[in-house]
T-cell receptor
């Protein structure tokens, strides 16, 4: 079974800092990997999706990379802002079927 | 329309009540999902429907009964729940796995369930 781990579990940074969140998965037979943001008590908002054939995706201040062979993805946030404070989750989709496996999440706090 | 709509947003029920959670999407997605999320934990998959047929049931107790009446709607019927079933219930949808492409998983805002 696919195991997805995110490190660190919690991160606190001052405003303006660049930061990297990590996602590791045990089975490289994935179809895609998606990064989400979740605010407390709310649903998940999709940030970026990387297909298994891609190496990275960018949206604004966010950049996600994927190294399928080593089972790793990173989410890079540039010039962090207090509004970036949330829990960030990665999810991998299997090569076959409709199953998504979620990581354990990283809780980010950006201090003004 | 790029939204998944869940109702109700909040639900309080007793252990003997029968209630339902509803989910609707109009993005043409043919895979729909129910997830359960406890505080400070990632979402746990409960059920997956593909083309209106139940394709995955992650050993969920029978007091949770899913239903997919058509390609846009997904219900979760609740009966004889326990206090430990209190959680945020999230609905999501995506294109089915047989469709080549990005297949983004789109979530609703969730239904916060409290069982007394």
């Amino acid at each position: 079974k696919q195991e997805v781990t995110q490190i660190p579990a919690a991160l606190s940074v001052p405003e303006g800092e660049n930061l990297v969140l990590n996602c590791s998965f045990t089975d490289s037979a994935i179809y895609n990997l998606q990064w989400f943001r979740q605010d407390p008590g709310k649903g998940l908002t999709s940030l970026l999706l990387i297909q298994s054939s891609q190496r990275e995706q960018t949206s604004g201040r966010l950049n996600a990379s994927l190294d399928k062979s080593s089972g790793r993805s990173t989410l890079y946030i540039a010039a962090s802002q207090p509004g970036d404070s949330a829990t960030y989750l990665c999810a991998v989709r299997r090569n076959t079927g409709n199953q998504f496996y979620f990581g354990t999440g990283t809780s980010l706090t950006v201090i003004p | 329309d790029t939204e998944v709509t869940q109702t109700p947003k909040h639900l309080v029920m007793g252990m003997t009540n029968k209630k339902s959670l509803k989910c609707e999407q109009h993005m043409g997605h043919r895979a729909m999902y129910w997830y359960k999320q406890k505080a400070k934990k990632p979402p746990e998959l409960m059920f997956v429907y593909s083309y209106e047929k139940l394709s995955i049931n992650e050993s969920v107790p029978s007091r949770f009964s899913p239903e997919c009446p058509n390609s846009s709607l997904l219900n979760l019927h609740l009966h004889a729940l326990q206090p430990e079933d209190s959680a945020l219930y999230l609905c999501a949808s995506s294109h089915a796995s047989d469709r080549v492409g990005a297949n983004v998983l789109t979530f609703g805002a969730g239904s916060r369930l409290t069982v007394l």
